[in-house]
């Protein structure tokens, strides 16, 4: 009962930037949490960031002092800075969101590829 749509993927150099966004819409309740995973080629989905509606937010160690999560104005909208990519950021970034009663829903996913 909720949706997500994800923007931003794409084809970037080793050292550029890029950023994410993705708006849920649906049955969205006051206490949440919203984030981004990855999952890379050969690899299981990893958790990058992710934002609880109440503010407090996590990180992976990977991405700590480059990538940025945060909230738009709107509560159902969350946004990834990625900044200083490497090419092992390559992989396809899902936007997550968890209810209170701990129910996942899943973007679609898009793809970032870091590469010279």
């Known amino acids: 009962q909720v949706q997500l749509v994800e923007s931003g993927g794409g084809l970037v150099q080793p050292g550029g930037s890029l950023g994410l966004s993705c708006v849920a819409s649906g049955n969205i309740g006051s206490f949440y949490v919203m984030g981004w995973y990855r999952q890379a080629p050969g690899k299981q989905r990893e958790l990058v960031a992710t934002i609880f509606s109440t503010g407090p937010t996590n990180y992976a160690d990977s991405v700590k002092g480059r990538f940025t999560i945060s909230r738009g104005n709107a509560k159902n909208t969350v946004y990834l800075r990625m900044n200083n990519l490497k090419p092992e950021d390559t992989a396809i970034y899902y936007c997550?969101?968890?209810?209170?009663?701990?129910?996942?829903?899943w973007g679609k996913g898009t793809l970032i590829t870091v590469s010279s």
């Open positions: 997550n969101h968890r209810t209170f009663i701990g129910d996942d829903y």
